[in-house]
Each structure stands twice: as structure tokens, then as C-alpha cells.
């Protein structure tokens, strides 16, 4: 049972949160950003596959390791990518000053970074930045947090549930930000969840490893991966909770189910806010031999870019999605395949229902949503992509990034 | 020693061709093709790697397996793929009145369709049109052949040499067309070519197997491997060279580069034709550990969304060319790459290379032919591929394609 509450981030007890202008971003918005746990928590993050990861990738990768930590520093504007050894002191160096201010070790924060690639860090800015962040942290920072990690992001991504656990209510929350390089293994995607369940580092882990693979990875604008991407859990047990030990319990279920809740819901507000993007798309493939079959035919069909620029116009070219589920990979056989695009049924067997009627698709591709269901006929096995379509906008707004 | 010659794909010694219009692209523009020897001919083809194959690719499949054919019949504006039992039927349909009409056995004539997907062939149309063809054609006939394959295409692509196999001169031509759905293992891509050359069947297949590996499979338009995809060579050997009978010889050598030559020529000709392309990229990948590293590498970069937005819209973020290299999958050290654009070092060893300019890199990549070199750093092999930026035009052209 979960039930939508207000407060972000800072909902769940006993975390703070605050975001600052530190002089990074133009435009004057907060760029700097902490997220603090005022007791020790438990800690599990998942990283981006890209093997160019950034500096803070890898610094936040080791200390996570321990199962432990008590904040997040976070600046946006900047990723701290592709810059050598110096991007590496450097991140070392936001968790320092962090650590120092909020009187922690160095390895309970983890260290984020989101903007353009190939330029080193104003660490003055980023130094100063963090002391005024936490400074400013309070138990109602959740905003300015959220705030100071978006770049081409048009709306905020955020979300907050009270459920129980073995009858005392808990609290768990997430934030989000990306709109391009947003491909599964995770995007240049960043995603905070704070929650005051009391539950065991490796459990902790194993769920979100769980939650992300069937959220976070099952979505796709541009097919990038980005060099950044992160996903961090803080669990602080503030809940009371008894601590969730093992997989096989009724909490994990229901600590599960919120967890993986936060991550759909969240990874379906990056689709929804794709560059440029106008319509959201639900790509459902059923009767696949395996997941990973059915995952990479979804997939093929949320990547291709004439897929994606038929459902910007509106045009009625189904062939283009039998056309991806051919060169998919997965095993496939045209007289076995079947497609519908909302309820509309427009392929059976491999070739055009009777009687499919053209005008009827159109006005089905008129809508915002639309889902788009293929029936593999192979197997039993499923699985759901999110993605979006490609507009003229997301060229425009790709084409200007940095200048 | 390859020298340019005029006359198309007629241009080798008797080969016929002709292109009519038979009424299925509105336009009123050619859309029913022929291309004939008047004496038997090796042949060989290679085809889309897409399991939902169209008819007329299983059908020629199954015709050049002989290792002979004299004709090749095309249709624009109908792909005639995903059409199940009746577009099989229609297809050996296309074959037996060309068959018909130039007294040659059905397996001696290949089949190719390309346009939309999911319609069923308008076979009044196509047999009238297949039969006028017929009677049009002609050693002159190779510029209407070349309208009746074009689709989205807006310039010829053709190329035709002279070149001596043995002492005696010999001629290679080749016509293609494809803007979109161009990916490797081809992609809606057309390519037939004549020679008058004299080649045993066996030895022209692996000629054109090696040759499409390092021409047609090196580009990307939008990553989107077609139903429809194909290429075939007719041999008919009335240059009067001692046939080609082994690959360890130098007449293999000889027409093999004049093959290549043909099938690259015509590959980058639909890149630079690639559907709303402003630019032409050339992306060079080196010290990888083999070529299926470096063309991976190569082909991350070519279908990154990201990267193909950047160049044009003219934005020096390079950064998204070291993101793509992370996540192609190919083997990779951050602090082992280097990169390159046109002849200005951007990164070395992983990081912004000392004196980096970005208005000088600016300047390059308002270039309408540009190169992009990778190094990894990591082996001695090497790939080239190339692609085609990604503009407003693209969007457009993907958007309104059916209706």
C-alpha cells in the first residue's frame, strides 16, 4: 500500500537536502547540490556501463562498496568526464570538502556530476559551492536539491511514498534528472532515493539492482549511454523498522514494490521529458523465448530513429516496426509476428489484418500516449521499453548543446 | 589502372536496360526497371540480414544460388515485405514475366522491390510495366533504369570504369539508391552491377562478399537495417578475358579493386545522399585489437543520435565521441585514446590534448566533408566507416513518408 506524500526528498526522516548557485550554469540557477543523512545509513548506487565512466563514477563506485554512506554532493553543468588524473583529484576532492564540512569520512559520499564532457571542474566555484550547500541544508531543501541537478531537464522528476513495513510506516522518495543520452545501463541520467526503511547494505544492493533493471534500464531516447550516470539509495532506518535481512520476507516484497514504484515512476518522467520529445511510447513484447530477447527487440523498436520520427509525424508506417523486430536479434519469424498499436490490431501472422484500417492507426497516433504491442509468438517471456518519439526540436536542441 | 567511362551500367558490353513508369509512385517518374544481358552471365548477390526479409529478396536468394541469372526486375514504391504468402507469390510473379517476356528461364532473373512496407504489390500495374520495360530496352537504357529505382534519393548514384583484366579491356558499372534505412548489412539499399568481365561464379561471389564487407557494411545512415536490402553483380564475360577461375591471381586482384572501387564509390554516394544529410563524416577508428572492434567503435560513433546532432549544428562537443567509444563495447582504455577531427588533435591519452582550441575545431566542423579519427590504443587493426549528420530535415523527411 503506498500512499503519495508531499516533502521530496527530505520526506523520509531525518534527511536534509539543500542546492546553491555556485557560478557554474549561466543562467544563474543552483548548480550545487547535497543530499545528507543525519545518521548513518545503508548505501547501494549502480553505475553506467560507459567504459569512458567520469571521474566521480569512479570515485562514488568505490565508496559505495562499503554499504555505507551519509551524503550525496552532486553539481551540475560540468561532468567531469573525459579529464584524466586531474578529474580525479578533483572528484576526490568534492567529496573532501563535503566530508570535511558535514564532519564525515571521505568514503560516506558519493559524488555526482552531470554537463558536458571534456572540461575540468572550477573547483573554486565547486569548493565554495559545496560549504554554502551545506550550509544551507534543512529538512525542507528537497527544492533547491532537485534544482541544482538539472540541465536540459523542462520539468522536475521527483516523487515521494509512505507505505509500511511490518506495521510502522515508512517513507521513500526519489529525484531525477536527465532528457538525452538517455539509454539503458543507464543515461546521462542521475537519480537520488533517500528512504528511512531499515534494511541490510547487500539487501539494500540487491533490490536496486533489481528495481533499476526493469525501470532505469528498460527506457531509451537517443540510445546514447552516457559517462555519468548513477543511481544512489540512502537507507537510514529512521522507520524503526526491523531491518529487512533477507529476500525471501514480507518486508523485502513490500520495500521492493516501493523501491522499484520510485525507479518506474522516475525513469518514466525522463522519457516523458525526452529532448524535443512530444509523444510517450510504451513498447510491449510478449511471447519472446527470453527476457533478453524480448528486451532487445523492445529495444530495437525504441531506438530507431525511423520508428521514432514516423510517431513525431504521425505517419502511419507500421512496416518500419516489423522492420526493427527483423534486425532486432532476437529469434523472430515473420509468419509468427504480430503487431497492435493501442487497440488496434494492424499485423497478424506477418502481414496486414483484414480489413486494417489506415485513418483508424492515424488517429490512434494522434495521441500523446500510445503503446505499441508485438507478439513474438516464440516463446513465453516479455518485457516492456519506455521511450519517445524524435522531433525536429530534439535536433535543434542537440545541435546548440554547448554554444 | 581504373579509368571513368560514360554509358552506366550499358556501358559494359551487352547489357541492356530500360526504367518505365508503370503507375505505382504518384509522381508519375519511372518505377518499374530492367537490367539484361543478351548472353548468359555468372552471378552473384548479397542481401539484407533482416529476418522479416521482403519476398523478393527470398526469391532471388533462392535464384542466385545457381551462380547464374541475365535479368534483374525492379519495382519502386512497393517493398513488397511483410505481405506473407501473396507477396511470395507476386514476387515469383515479377519473375516469370520478365521471364516471359526475354524467353529466359524464372531462376534466371532476380527480383528487387523497395518503398513502403506492408502493402501488397499493385500486380496489373507491375506486369504492364514489366512487360513495357522489356520492350524498351536498350544499350542507352541506363538512365531510366537508374529513375526506376530511386526513392527518397535526391541524385543519381551511378559509376561506370574501364580497366584491363589480362591485356584485354574490360568494363564494371554499377547503379544504387538509398537515402534511408541505411545501415550495414545494408540497409534499403539497391545496388546492381554489370561487367563484361569473364569470372567463374564461385570466385565473383567471394569477390562481392569481400567487397560489400568494406563498402556497403561500412556506412550508416540511421542505424535501420531494411527488409529489402540487396546487391548483385552480372558477369557476362563478353570483355574475353581468360576467366577468372582463383582468388590467388592477378586478374582476381585486378577486377577485385575495380569491384571495390565500384561498390565504395556508390556506398559513400549514399551517404552524402543520406535523407536530410548537410555533412559527410568519415570515421576512421585505429590500434584497436581486430576489425570487429574498430568497426564497432566506428559504427558507435556513426549512429550515435548525439554526435550526429553535434556536427550539424556545428557544436565542438566532442565529448560525445568518447562517450559513444565507451559504450560501443569494443575493447577501450580511457587513458589509451586519442582523437582527432580533420587535422586537429582534440584528446590525448584520455583527456583535452594541451592548447586545445575550440574555435579552430569550430572552423573544421563547419566543413561539409570531415574526418574523425579515433585511436585506441590498444592493437594494430583498423576500420572506416562513414555517415551522415542528422538535421531538421531528416525529421521531416521520417515524419511524412507515407502520408
Known amino acids: 500500500m503506498l500512499r503519495k506524500i508531499e516533502g521530496g526528498i527530505t520526506a523520509p526522516k531525518d534527511f536534509k537536502a539543500a542546492g546553491v548557485h555556485a557560478g557554474i550554469k549561466k543562467t544563474g540557477k543552483e548548480d550545487v547540490g547535497v543530499i545528507y543523512s543525519t545518521v548513518p ?16 563514477v569512479l570515485v562514488s563506485r568505490e565508496a559505495v562498496s562499503s554499504g555505507k554512506a551519509r551524503a550525496i554532493v552532486v553539481n551540475s553543468g560540468c561532468a567531469n568526464a573525459c579529464t584524466g588524473d586531474q578529474g580525479l583529484i578533483d572528484a576526490k576532492a568534492m567529496a573532501y570538502t563535503a566530508a570535511q564540512a558535514l564532519k564525515l ?21 565547486i569548493t565554495s559551492g559545496i560549504n554554502k550547500a551545506v550550509a544551507a541544508l534543512s529538512d525542507t531543501g528537497h527544492e533547491t536539491m532537485l534544482a541544482s541537478i538539472m540541465t536540459t531537464d523542462t520539468f522536475e522528476k521527483a516523487c515521494a511514498y509512505e507505505f509500511t513495513l511490518g506495521g510502522k510506516p515508512c517513507r521513500i522518495a526519489g529525484i531525477a534528472k536527465g532528457a538525452g543520452m538517455i539509454h539503458p545501463n543507464m543515461a546521462t541520467m542521475l537519480s537520488f532515493i533517500t528512504t528511512d ?14 528495481a533499476v533493471e526493469l525501470s532505469y534500464n528498460m527506457i531509451s531516447v537517443d540510445g ?31 520495500f521492493y514494490a516501493a523501491l522499484k514504484t520510485v525507479c518506474t515512476e522516475l525513469a518514466q518522467l525522463i522519457v516523458r521529458d525526452g529532448e524535443g520529445a512530444t509523444k510517450f511510447l510504451e513498447i510491449n513484447v510478449v511471447g519472446a523465448v527470453d527476457f533478453a530477447d524480448a528486451k532487445c527487440t523492445a529495444m530495437a523498436i525504441a531506438k530507431s530513429p525511423l520508428v521514432k520520427t514516423a510517431f513525431f509525424g ?3 508506417n507500421w512496416g518500419r516496426i516489423l522492420c526493427a523486430v527483423g534486425y532486432s536479434g532476437a529469434q523472430t519469424q515473420p509468419e509468427k509476428t504480430s503487431l497492435a498499436i493501442g487497440d ?31 507478439s513474438l509468438g ?6 516492456t521499453v519506455w521511450t519517445c518519439d524524435f522531433s525536429y526540436e530534439y535536433v535543434k536542441i542537440n545541435g546548440e548543446y554547448t554554444t
Chains 1, 2 share one sequence.
Open 378 to 383: 516464440q516463446g513465453e517471456a516479455k518485457a
Open 344 to 374: 488496434l490490431t494492424i499485423v497478424v501472422d506477418g502481414q496486414a489484418a483484414a480489413g486494417f484500417d489506415t485513418s483508424k492507426l492515424k488517429d490512434i497516433m494522434a495521441a500523446k500516449d500510445i503503446a505499441i504491442t508485438v
Open 105 to 125: 569520512d571521505n568514503s560516506e559520499v558519493l559524488v555526482a556530476s552531470t554537463g558536458v564532457i571534456g572540461v575540468a571542474l572550477p573547483m573554486d566555484k
Open 197 to 210: 526503511a531499515a534494511i541490510k547494505p547487500e539487501i539494500l544492493n540487491k533490490a536496486l539492482s533489481q
Open 224 to 254: 546514447d549511454t552516457s559517462t555519468n550516470d548513477m543511481v544512489a539509495v540512502l537507507a537510514n532506518g529512521q522507520a524503526g523498522n526491523a531491518p529487512i535481512a533477507a529476500e525471501n520476507s514480507q518486508t523485502y516484497q513490500d
Open 41 to 56: 545509513a545503508a548505501a547501494a548506487a549502480k553505475f553506467t556501463t560507459n567504459k569512458m565512466a567520469a571521474a566521480p
Open 314 to 316: 504521425q505517419d502511419p
